[in-house]
């Protein structure tokens, strides 16, 4: 079935739970096949320089269960750009990773590194892996990813989330509206339009809406929510709230 709007679902921090403990379990491929079982459009995995959750193996176990599209979240480096290239994702989103935070923090510097960039994401491209760079929604990061032939951009909405929860509704608004202004710019460039990071049932109703975007990538949220409701329940309800937002 193809949709509009896709949702992508990170399981990363199933396997954060399952390294806090040692072991196998829970294992971050069965949520996966959970996921797709609910409706999920695709999988989200980022396979950290640390491997503070996902795992080498978890990437390998993926790439053989899934049946949707993996989406590779990755740094900029030498080894990923290998691993990347081994596996064949169907995608590969490069995201910018400081080992002192505790989740990616603010978008690539796509301008201020574009000649590197270029570079880097040439091998992906010429193996079929469609390249998403993950940027703030700034003018020139958007133009900068379109320079370099990145097909897709995912904006960052880390912020966005940030101030709703903060109750600073004044800068949620500005926020909102850069995100809408950053997607328009990306389309009439070409691009295909994504956002991520930080969303919610409270949250991801305008960006739903936001009629350029074609993919949510969303895990945090859905891992802690299934604690309490089952995975299947929590992505269905995001489903159902993504689906009433395009309609």
Not at 211 to 225: A, P, Q, S, Y
Request: overall charge negative.
């Amino acid at each position: 079935m193809t949709r509009d709007l896709r949702l992508g679902v990170n399981i990363d921090h199933v396997a954060t739970l399952r390294n806090a403990r040692g072991g196998a379990l829970p294992d971050p491929v069965r949520a996966a096949l959970l996921a797709e079982a609910a409706g999920a459009d695709g999988i989200t995995a980022h396979l950290r320089e640390d491997r503070r959750h996902i795992r080498d193996e978890d990437i390998a176990g993926l790439m053989a269960a899934i049946k949707t599209p993996l989406n590779f979240e990755m740094a900029a480096t030498a080894e990923m750009q290998k691993i990347a290239l081994s596996h064949r994702p169907h995608a590969a989103c490069i995201v910018p990773e400081r080992r002192e935070e505790r989740t990616t923090e603010g978008g690539l510097d796509v301008a201020g590194d574009e000649a590197r960039l270029a570079e880097f994401i040439a091998p992906l491209r010429d193996a079929g892996i469609r390249v998403s760079m993950f940027i703030a929604a700034d003018p020139q990061q958007i133009a900068a990813a379109a320079r370099i032939g990145a097909p897709v951009i995912e904006l960052h909405t880390g912020a966005y989330c940030d101030y709703h929860a903060e109750g600073e509704m004044e800068a949620h608004k500005a926020e909102l509206s850069r995100l809408i202004a950053g997607a328009k710019q990306a389309a009439d460039l070409g691009l295909e339009v994504h956002m991520g990071h930080g969303l919610n049932y409270e949250t991801v109703t305008p960006i739903a809406a936001i009629k350029e975007v074609r993919e949510l990538n969303i895990g945090h949220f859905l891992i802690g929510e299934a604690v309490f409701t089952g995975l299947s329940a929590a992505i269905g309800e995001m489903r159902r709230l993504m689906e009433e937002a395009r309609a």
